[in-house]
């Protein structure tokens, strides 16, 4: 089902845009979650927190995009999870917000960056300069959590090449941040 259609059917309250979500996009949004928290069991609650976020959500929104409107929600339950779980436990999670440290004002602080409008633009627009191998790389690593190793993988790629790729593009984004006085 087209994804205008699964919004039409939260503003209308019916109880199917929930399934129809979570079959469209359930599997990416466990996996999304699983990435932050190493629990399936955990996962399972974001993902179906995040269900309850949507519907009460859209009445005041229509995401053109529903997708990374479930993903946005799922990422942001997910790292509240993590941070009340793991108060004074690091997790590998934590080591991939620390490689931002040099880029971003607040790296111990990942769930708030989403409420800088200027920032969220800012890298919206470093990441549209991109070719869609390094964005992709970039979105894999910062947002999906994946390991330089699962990205290397994935592209063909040996994990030296893939921290060299993120700390160049981290140099890039540190700064068009500074340009747009951001940091």
Request: proline share 2%; net charge negative; hydrophobic share 40%.
């Amino acid at each position: 089902m087209e994804d205008s259609k699964i919004v039409e059917l939260f503003w209308k309250r019916s109880e199917s845009a929930i399934m129809e979500t979570a079959k469209k996009y359930g599997s990416m949004l466990q996996r999304l979650s699983e990435s932050v928290l190493h629990s399936a069991q955990d996962a399972e609650e974001c993902v179906n927190d995040s269900y309850i976020s949507a519907w009460n959500s859209m009445p005041e929104n229509r995401p053109c995009y529903l997708g990374a409107y479930m993903a946005k929600i799922t990422r942001n339950h997910s790292l509240n999870l993590l941070e009340k779980k793991n108060a004074l436990k690091r997790q590998g999670e934590d080591l991939i917000y620390d490689e931002l440290a040099d880029v971003l004002e607040d790296p111990e602080s990942p769930a708030n960056w989403e409420d800088s409008k200027a920032l969220t633009d800012a890298i919206n627009g470093y990441l549209a300069t991109l070719t869609a191998d390094k964005r992709a790389i970039f979105v894999r690593r910062y947002f999906f959590n994946d390991s330089e190793d699962k990205i290397a993988k994935d592209f063909g790629l040996k994990s030296g090449n893939v921290r060299i790729i993120l700390h160049r593009l981290r140099l890039g984004l540190k700064l068009i941040l500074e340009k747009e006085e951001l940091l």
